[in-house]
């Protein structure tokens, strides 16, 4: 049985002639039409295609902006919700939506638990 992610395989899927062509594994196909539901089938396919011809340092370039974005926007969020906290709280706030517990006590010694995230 071959675990992959939280999908159990119980058996090795068979692949067709434009599967093996394309390089795809149906798995692969299902979760990228997934992904991208909601878009326009020609412009999943120009979105995919750019992500392909994308270098790993442009790819790690895309994820950290999308990482800081999300994180200011958690941010944001935390100084509407604890106006009165100061700005170590807040990034506290934001490091404890990140980190567990035990690494927030020993690093930043701040129990998420008894101050609330």
Known sequence: MKECGTLVMDKPVMKSRQDMQSGLSPLTKKK????LSD????MRE?????????TPRQKLRQVDKL?????????????KQYPHCTEREHRLRLA?????RETMLRVFNWD??????
């Open 32 to 35: 990228q039409h997934a992904y």
């Open 39 to 42: 878009t326009d089938p020609q």
């Open 46 to 54: 120009f979105l995919i295609e750019g992500y392909r011809r994308m």
């Open 67 to 79: 990482t800081k974005t999300v994180q200011i926007m958690a941010l944001a969020r935390i100084r």
């Open 96 to 100: 404890a939506l990140w980190l567990d």
């Open 112 to 117: 998420p638990e008894k101050e609330g995230r």
